[in-house]
Nanobody, 119 residues
């Protein structure tokens, strides 16, 4: 399994929205839990949210609750991270990762995509 962030990163202004999309190289993402993580310059990587194969969402970071939404598009074997009301502190490289569970140790990482929120 190889994940990839297929779209969504970029430079936006505070208050704007972006949607990140994660897909797998073999179109099997529907069978895996998928998480989104981010890493800002000089900071440790942090978990943003995760969705199981059954579409249960066991966690969403407090810093993004009410602004970010993780979801699946079953028909397209894709997981999205809808990011609304973006703030400068959301600036980071965002990664998607898949495995059989949500949590530490998920191992099928995609390459990151840069999200920059700046006026």
């Amino acid at each position: 399994l190889r994940c990839s962030c297929r779209s969504g990163g970029g430079l936006v202004q505070p208050g704007d929205s972006l949607r990140l999309s994660c897909a797998a190289s073999d179109d099997t993402l529907n069978y895996y839990a998928v998480g989104w993580y981010r890493q800002a310059p000089g900071k440790e990587r942090e978990g943003v949210s995760c969705i199981t194969s059954a579409e249960f969402i066991p966690f969403t970071a407090d810093s993004v609750k009410g602004r970010f939404t993780i979801s699946r598009d079953i028909g397209k074997n894709t997981v999205h991270l809808q990011m609304d009301t973006l703030k400068p502190e959301d600036t980071a490289v965002y990664y998607c990762v898949a495995d059989n569970f949500c949590g530490k140790g998920m191992k099928y990482w995609g390459k990151g995509t840069q999200v920059t929120v700046s006026s």
